[in-house]
């Protein structure tokens, strides 16, 4: 017989799972800044095309 208990998902499975979608967005936010960097260190005409890249990548320096 199949057992009928409902599935619910415990308080640390959901903290767990929350942990691990804001690492996967903290090493997303990382990834895109230093690709962001990278390309605008190498490309000088980007700059002022973009506002936010410009932001980004002033801030990225800024930091460093």
Do not use: C, K, Y
Request: aromatic share 4%; hydrophobic share 40%.
């Amino acid at each position: 017989m199949a057992d009928t208990t409902p599935v619910t998902a415990t308080t640390t499975d959901i903290t767990t799972a929350a942990d691990r979608l804001g690492e996967q967005r903290a090493a997303l936010r990382l990834r895109h800044s230093q690709r962001l960097t990278a390309l605008m260190e190498a490309r000088n005409d980007l700059r002022g095309v973009h506002a936010l890249a410009d932001f980004v990548d002033d801030s990225v320096r800024w930091s460093a």
